[in-house]
């Protein structure tokens, strides 16, 4: 599993609330991802970093935001949820070897009423 | 142009025959493609990858084969058993970011 966790796996929340995700790695690694996955759309790039404090947007970064400060770390925001936002969310890290695998954690199953 | 178009959207094989998925891409500067196979509940995980330098890599009944002027990849599971039941994705990467088909779920009965 690469070493990597998710916090929380399960949430239900409310439209209009604040929510936060967070993705904890232990292998230091550089490259930071987090995706969502929507049946019939495979897994979408939201944010991504490439380093700390250092982000960037993906595909389907509206009404997201990310942060990065230490190494370990790298906390998904959704700042006003929407039921549109319902999905199941993973992160996943880079490793810097020959090939540059990504590998994934176990997912946030987030469900906005 | 940076999709990658993924067919069937569902496959049902028999037990010890053989499942092939695949996709396309339009994007000619994607310098990888991985395959990722997911069970429900769980992140995908990657299976096998190939680079543009080769037509065809193999890993155990995975095989990968690898198509550059037609633009298009595909997986091919030999001997498929029931524990490959499990959604493929395919994807294709240029830089530091991946953009996945959308998925294939694959059914192996006995």
């Known amino acids: 599993d690469a070493g990597i966790t998710q916090s929380p796996r399960h949430k239900v929340t409310e439209t209009g609330t604040p929510v936060t995700l967070r993705c904890h790695q232990t292998?230091?690694?550089?490259?930071m991802y987090w995706y969502r996955q929507d049946p019939g759309h495979g897994l979408r790039l939201i944010h991504y970093?490439?380093?700390?404090?250092?982000?960037d947007k993906g595909e389907v970064s509206d009404g997201y935001s990310v942060s990065r400060s230490k190494t370990e770390d790298f906390l998904l925001t959704l700042e006003s949820a929407t039921s549109s936002q319902t999905s199941v969310y993973f992160c996943?890290?880079?490793?810097?070897?020959?090939?540059?695998?990504?590998?994934f954690g176990p997912g946030t199953r987030l469900t906005v009423l | 142009q940076q999709q990658v178009k993924q067919s069937p959207q569902s496959l049902i094989v028999q037990k010890g025959g053989i499942s092939i998925i695949n996709c396309a891409y339009e994007?000619?500067?994607?310098?990888?493609f991985p395959w990722y196979q997911q069970f429900p509940g769980k992140g995908p995980a990657l299976l096998i990858a190939?680079?543009?330098?080769?037509s065809e890599k193999k890993e155990g009944r995975f095989t990968i084969s690898f198509n550059k002027s037609a633009k298009q990849f595909s997986l091919h599971i030999m001997d498929s058993q029931p524990g490959d039941s499990a959604t493929y994705f395919c994807?294709?990467?240029?830089?530091?970011?991946?953009?996945f088909g959308t998925g294939t779920r694959l059914q192996v009965f006995p």
């Open positions: 190939i680079r543009p330098d080769v």
């Open positions: 994007n000619t500067a994607f310098d990888y």
């Open positions: 996943a890290i880079k490793t810097t070897k020959l090939n540059n695998e990504q590998f």
């Open positions: 292998e230091n690694h550089r490259y």
């Open positions: 994807a294709a990467s240029h830089t530091d970011k991946l953009i």
């Open positions: 970093s490439y380093g700390v404090k250092d982000t």
